[in-house]
């Protein structure tokens, strides 16, 4: 059974940084490709960031240069780390195969607000 656990959340000011954490199991995660999806308060869930086996990555414009996706596969984990944080970036967080093949997890909040 696929189980993604998303953390590393939280209320940040604008222009501040956070790392997401997200741990896999029952996948073989090595050989899938991996992304960040956020999806804000009524709005559809939106892909931010991919990462295949091999490390090439691709952002999505609205992070481009203020994200990055890096896997560790011997941990078994994709991180997000976010940089120059806006308001429009708060959203839950959530970690998946791209596309998308396991369930969803509970995503982890990250506000960014004054």
């Known amino acids: 059974q696929v189980q993604l656990v998303e953390s590393g959340g939280d209320l940040v000011q604008p222009g501040g940084s956070l790392t997401l954490s997200c741990s896999a199991s029952?996948?073989?995660?090595?050989?899938?490709?991996l992304a960040w999806y956020r999806q804000a308060p009524g709005k559809e869930r939106e892909r931010v960031a991919f990462?295949?086996?091999?490390?090439?990555?691709t952002y999505s414009p609205a992070v481009e240069g203020r994200f990055t996706i890096a896997r560790d596969n011997a941990k078994v984990r994709v991180l997000l780390q976010m940089e120059s944080l806006r308001a429009e970036d708060t959203a839950t967080y959530y970690c998946?195969?791209?596309?998308?093949?396991?369930?969803w997890g509970q995503g982890t909040q990250v506000t960014v607000s004054t």
């Open positions: 998946n195969t791209f596309p998308p093949d396991a369930s």
């Open positions: 990462i295949g086996p091999s490390g090439h990555t």
């Open positions: 029952g996948i073989n995660f090595g050989s899938n490709i």
